[in-house]
């Protein structure tokens, strides 16, 4: 239960990513800034804490970093950079909610993901993840009645691919912490017991692939609320949850634990619906979009009670 609290609470500061996303593309920001600048605060945001703070662990992550940054790249430019490049991209074409709950296949990505690494998943988990995608295509099919294909797709299709990818690149660190396997090596560090210094870690990763999208994109300045805006996503979205994120996933010793974790982000949905239509003045979503949003929290409501019962 403990995992599951902090995991909704980490939800609820995921889900300024995806409000702030959508009112920067609304005020006609480029998804690139939207996408690094996020990065770029937290570097220098977990930079400045962690040497004020913890100057140890800070100049050890950085000799980790040094002796591994090819696992960081790998790892970072997957978990972090393709995963919030996607996410970004996909607000210029949904509203904040949609994409929210489009993001929730990463409940469903997640066993795919752990099967990979030779991982045992029970079967009523992934039927209940299934529950959940459900739901997330009842959202994206109301979304067919009164938008174009094209927009529908290049608003899905880019989350369904970073659902993928933030999970792959957690559990390249989760097996790199608990002793590697084959071509991951084994981090045996203080700063890997710290999420503060692990998130630093894979935003040191994700920094090559910053450099290559706005090198080819080559967008035009960002404004200055658009500076801001990603500021507060840093602060909210990348440092705050994801630490709580990482803390509660590093906690979780049996792969079903780890499911449950990845759960408990369904709650997005509901946090960024409410976002955009306070903040926003975003429409409430339709019959359907009920329904599906409905679906989301009935399979993370039956997942808990099926953890809790085993």
Not at 151 to 170: K, M, R, T
Not at 181 to 195: E, K, Q
Not at 289 to 308: D, E, F, P
Request: with cysteine.
């Amino acid at each position: 239960m403990k995992i599951i609290m902090i995991g909704i609470l980490a939800a609820f500061f995921f889900s300024t990513t995806f409000v702030l996303n959508r009112a920067m593309s609304l005020d006609g920001g480029h998804w690139v800034w939207s996408a690094s600048l996020r990065y770029f605060w937290m570097l220098g945001f977990l930079s400045v804490g962690l040497f004020a703070l913890r100057r140890k662990l800070f100049i050890e992550s950085l000799k980790l970093y040094i002796r591994h940054w090819v696992f960081w790249t790998v790892a970072g430019g997957i978990g972090f950079g393709l995963f919030y490049a996607l996410i970004s991209f996909s607000a210029s074409y949904a509203p904040g909610w949609v994409v929210a709950a489009t993001w929730q296949t990463t409940i469903l990505a997640t066993p795919i993901v752990l099967l990979l690494f030779g991982k045992k998943i029970p079967l009523r988990a992934m039927f209940l993840t299934l529950i959940i995608f459900a739901g997330v295509l009842l959202v994206n099919l109301e979304r067919a009645g009164v938008n174009p294909l094209n927009e529908i797709l290049l608003g899905a299709i880019p989350v369904f691919i970073a659902a993928f990818a933030y999970p792959f690149g957690n559990q390249l660190v989760w097996e790199a912490r608990q002793g590697g396997v084959r071509f991951i090596p084994h981090l045996d560090s203080p700063a890997m017991d710290d999420p503060f210094c692990r998130v630093l870690l894979l935003t040191l990763g994700s920094l090559p692939l910053w450099g290559v999208l706005i090198a080819v994109f080559s967008p035009p300045a960002p404004a200055m609320n658009q500076i801001v805006n990603t500021a507060l996503v840093a602060v909210f979205s990348g440092v705050a949850a994801t630490s709580l994120f990482l803390y509660i996933r590093h906690k979780a010793r049996s792969a079903a634990e780890l499911a449950a974790a990845d759960c408990t982000q369904s709650m997005e949905v509901v946090f960024s619906l409410l976002g955009e239509v306070l903040l926003l003045g975003g429409a409430l979503p339709g019959a359907l979009g009920w329904a599906g949003i409905a679906l989301t929290m009935l399979g993370l409501a039956l997942y808990i009670r099926v953890q809790n019962v085993r």
